[in-house]
C-alpha cells in the first residue's frame, strides 16, 4: 500500500517538473528568439481564431430559431404581395389584393395514418377561421378544420378527408387531386376524362376555383397516367411539398369568401 502510494507521489511530482521546466523553455524561446516568438503567435492565434469560430457557431445555433420566424414574417409579406398580382380566376380576371397570409409556426404534425392533421400556433385571436387554405414553402398543406384562441387543426393534404380542385398545367385540364394513402409525397387526380391530354411531366397547380387557394399554388409533377374503369384518366402525382420537414406555414385569408358561400349555398 505504502509503495503504490509513493510511486503516486513520484509519477506525480515527475509530470510537475516537466510541466515547469516546460513552461520555462518556451519563456527562454519566446524572448531569445525572433523565429519562435513568431511561431508562438502564430500558434496562439490560431487557437483564438479556432475558439472564435466555435463560440460564433454555437451563438448562431441559440439564435436560428428567431431568424426562422423572421424569415417566416418576411415569407408571409412576400406572399402577400404576389397573390396582388396573380389573378383569382382564369385570365382576363381583374387583379387584386382578395388574398393574404398569416404565418404560424406548426406545433404538432402526423404523416403515418389515414386521416393526418397539424397543429398551428395560430388561432381566432390572430384572425384565423375554418376552412382556411393553408400552404409551405413548397406548396398546398391542408385546409383549417378546428379553430380556437391561440391554435388551430388543420387537416393534411395527407388525409382521406379533402380533395383538391387543380389544373394540369400547360394543357388546362381540371380535376381532384387526393392523397392515395400510401406514400407521403404521392397523390393522384383519378376524375380526369380519358381524352385528357396530360403528359408526365406537367404541373399541377390549384384551379382557383374557390375562396380556399389563389390560382396557380403549386402542387405537384405528373409522374404517370393509366385508365381506370374504362372511362377515366387518372394521373400519379409527386407532391412538391416535403412533410416530414415542416416547420412554417401559411394561412391563407380570402376578403370574399363568406360572400361567395353565401351565393352556394343559397336556393
Not at 153 to 178: F, H, K, M, V
Not at 207 to 212: M, V
Amino acid at each position: 500500500m505504502m509503495s503504490r502510494q509513493k510511486s503516486w507521489i513520484q509519477r506525480t511530482i515527475v509530470i510537475l517538473l516537466f510541466a515547469i521546466f516546460q513552461a520555462i523553455a518556451i519563456y527562454l524561446m519566446a524572448h531569445n528568439s525572433v523565429v519562435q516568438q513568431a511561431g508562438i503567435v502564430r500558434f496562439l492565434s490560431a487557437g483564438h481564431h479556432f475558439l472564435w469560430k466555435r463560440q460564433k457557431a454555437i451563438d448562431n445555433y441559440f439564435h436560428l430559431n428567431t431568424v426562422n420566424k423572421e424569415l417566416a414574417e418576411e415569407n408571409m409579406r412576400l406572399r402577400t404581395e404576389l397573390f396582388k398580382y396573380q389573378s383569382v380566376f382564369i385570365p382576363p380576371a381583374p387583379l387584386d389584393s382578395t388574398f393574404s397570409c398569416i404565418s404560424a409556426e406548426v406545433v404538432h404534425n402526423t404523416t403515418s395514418s389515414h386521416q393526418n392533421f397539424l397543429i398551428i400556433n395560430k388561432g381566432s385571436v390572430h384572425g384565423i377561421q375554418p376552412e382556411m387554405g393553408v400552404i409551405g414553402d413548397q406548396g398546398v398543406i391542408g385546409i383549417v378544420q378546428n379553430v380556437y384562441e391561440n391554435h388551430s387543426r388543420i387537416i393534411s393534404l395527407l388525409s382521406n378527408q379533402i380533395q383538391i380542385n387543380t389544373r394540369i398545367e400547360p394543357g388546362g385540364d381540371i380535376g381532384s387531386l387526393a392523397w392515395n394513402g400510401k406514400k407521403i409525397h404521392t397523390a393522384t387526380i383519378p376524375d380526369l376524362p380519358q381524352h385528357s391530354q396530360v403528359a408526365v411531366g406537367d404541373t399541377v397547380v390549384t384551379s382557383g376555383f374557390s375562396q380556399i387557394f389563389p390560382a396557380r399554388i403549386p402542387l405537384g409533377i405528373v409522374t404517370g397516367t393509366t385508365i381506370t374503369q374504362g372511362t377515366f384518366l387518372e394521373a400519379q402525382v409527386s407532391l412538391f411539398q416535403n412533410f416530414n420537414t415542416l416547420r412554417y406555414v401559411y394561412v391563407i385569408r380570402s376578403r370574399h369568401a363568406q360572400e361567395i358561400h353565401n351565393l352556394l349555398v343559397e336556393p
